[in-house]
């Protein structure tokens, strides 16, 4: 599968209103979508500040792209990718002694296409994806959804999200809340998942919002009999490998990637 080389800046030239951009310091506590070319223009204030894409800071980050190269070393794995909008290095980390590491990024070969999540992280003028997930895509469409999704939080996050219900939604004064409108949002996203991902899915949703998002031991209080500490594992490698969540201060702290 080839992917036609695709200019972000150039379509959101095209879309993006003539107004001040207002910094989203929420969005540097989710996970963002980009594209390489983004990655490489991001800025910092300084060394140790965060990272932003056109004003906004930027936490967790995913790309998919194809692996040019990868080199296998002793603690890990160095993959080149390639998006079509430029290329950068995603260094996943690996426990030589884990047989369990071994078979998981054993099987990426040059010229597949995958899905990086991490965060951006330089050393000396060069920039690479810390790799905190990665997996092979099988979908041959994902790579161009991933492209779109990009531009449109990066519009989103320029913008701002419309208080305009779309056309042929009900504007009647009701009892519904905005919680209420998030679990309808939530719901249709994710029908498509498996019973055990969509409960918790929608449990995460009907949380307080927090950097530190929910504790793993709350979600498995909360799907109770539906899975056992395995099956909620499984579920939640699931969704963080689909990029539906992803983890916060631990890898016991979950958070929607919404």
Not at 32 to 41: A, D, E, G, N
Not at 127 to 146: G, K, L
Not at 153 to 170: E, H, K
């Amino acid at each position: 599968m080839e992917v036609a080389e695709v200019s972000s800046q150039e379509v959101l030239h095209i879309l993006r209103p003539a107004v001040p951009v207002q910094d989203n310091r929420e969005a540097s506590h989710s996970l963002r979508p980009c594209t390489v070319s983004q990655l490489l223009k991001a800025t910092q204030a300084h060394s140790d500040a965060e990272w932003t894409v056109d004003d906004v800071e930027i936490g967790q980050v995913t790309v998919v792209g194809q692996v040019i190269t990868n080199q296998a070393q002793t603690t890990n794995v160095v993959y080149w990718l390639d998006d079509g909008s430029g290329r950068i290095e995603a260094r996943q980390w690996i426990d030589s002694t884990s047989e369990e590491d071994s078979g998981k990024y054993g099987g990426i070969e040059e010229n597949m296409y995958v899905r990086v999540t991490g965060t951006l992280k330089a050393f000396g003028l060069k920039r690479y994806i810390n790799t905190t997930q990665i997996r092979v895509t099988t979908d041959p469409h994902e790579a161009y959804f991933h492209i779109l999704e990009a531009v449109s939080v990066t519009i989103m996050a320029d913008r701002g999200f419309s208080s305009v219900p779309p056309s042929g939604a009900s504007t009647s004064k009701g009892s519904t809340s905005a919680y209420t409108g998030q679990a309808s949002k939530i719901t249709d996203q994710y029908s498509h998942l498996p019973p055990l991902q969509q409960k918790i899915v929608r449990f995460i949703a009907s949380q307080p919002q927090s950097e530190e998002g929910v504790h793993v031991s709350a979600i498995a209080r909360a799907v109770g009999s539906e899975g056992d500490a395995q099956k909620i594992s499984d579920a939640l490698d699931h969704l963080m490998d689909d990029g539906h969540v992803f983890s916060t201060i631990d890898d016991s702290h979950f958070n929607l990637s919404i």
